[in-house]
T-cell receptor, first 115, second 116 residues
């Protein structure tokens, strides 16, 4: 079974500071990995995804994540936080073949930006 | 293109009552998913349809939850009877037909259910 663990349910950073949200995965085979963002009262929006191509993945809004197989990690970073980044972030994992593409989500990290 | 539509956006019911949620996926998307997101948790897949067939319903509490996707387009998720622990946001997502790796799910805004 596949799973992801997000370390830190709440993260606070100052505006302009580095954002680092941690995600570790567990999978018996190489998975696909995703980061989603959820703003209040809205659905989930895909930030970026890793599908076995480049290990450093760039997404929307200046976010990027690096797939590290040796550490089973897929941490999300952004060099400079903006107030608009305040939201809930979810890491997710899926299989790579038909019928196994369901997403398994972590418990989420709420990001607060301090002015 | 229009996104995934869901209705209602909010619903409050008493325990033991019934409730139904509706989802209209993006036009042409073959796969439709229903997720349950309990407060403070990540979304959990309840059921996955490929066209109008069920691919995965292993986490659907079948004694009280049911879902259908008639004609492979719209879908309805029903809870009967509801329990307090069913209070959650119910998210619908859709994706194009599987194409060898480009798996992207598009999420609707969700229906927030409160059971009192």
């Amino acid at each position: 079974a596949q799973s992801v663990t997000q370390l830190g349910s709440h993260v606070s950073v100052s505006e302009g500071a580095l954002v680092l949200l941690r995600c570790n995965y567990s999978s018996s085979v190489p998975p696909y990995l995703f980061w989603y963002v959820q703003y209040p009262n809205q659905g989930l929006q895909l930030l970026l995804k890793y599908t076995s191509a480049a290990t450093l993945v760039k997404g929307i809004n200046g976010f990027e994540a690096e797939f590290k197989k040796s550490e089973t990690s897929f941490h999300l970073t952004k060099p400079s936080a903006h107030m608009s980044d305040a939201a809930e972030y979810f890491c997710a994992v899926s299989g790579t073949n038909f019928g196994n593409e369901k997403l398994t989500f972590g418990t989420g990290t709420r990001l607060t930006i301090i002015p | 293109e229009a996104g995934v539509a869901q209705s209602p956006r909010y619903k409050i019911i008493e325990k033991r009552q019934s409730v139904a949620f509706w989802c209209n996926p993006i036009s042409g998307h073959a796969t439709l998913y229903w997720y349950q997101q309990i407060l403070g948790q990540g979304p959990k897949l309840l059921i996955q349809f490929q066209n109008n067939g069920v691919v995965d319903d292993s986490q659907l509490p079948k004694d009280r939850f049911s879902a259908e996707r008639l004609k492979g387009v719209d879908s309805t998720l029903k809870i009967q009877p509801a329990k307090l622990e069913d209070s959650a946001v119910y998210l619908c997502a859709s994706s194009p037909r599987y194409s060898g790796g480009e798996i992207k799910q598009y999420f609707g805004p969700g229906t927030r259910l409160t059971v009192t």
